[in-house]
């Protein structure tokens, strides 16, 4: 088993998020390794319009059990 930790955060938010709209989340692999993941991402609207943009990082570490 293996359980997920977020680690790393950095996000500038542009646009607020109403309910109810419809948002996509793209994200492209900056690296993977020593099982660490670091992503730049991107939340855009239905329309193109960009919410929120950054990087993200997370490790995955083994769960004793």
């Known amino acids: 088993q293996w359980l997920t930790l977020f680690s790393e955060c950095q996000v500038e938010f542009t646009r607020q998020v ?3 709209e ?14 660490k993941l670091k992503c730049n ?3 855009e609207l239905a329309d193109g319009t960009v919410a929120a943009e950054g990087t993200l990082a997370g490790v995955g570490v083994r769960r004793d059990g």
């Open 22 to 35: 419809t948002v996509t989340v793209r994200a492209t692999k900056v690296f993977f390794r020593r099982m």
């Open 18 to 20: 109403m309910p109810g």
């Open 41 to 43: 991402v991107r939340l």
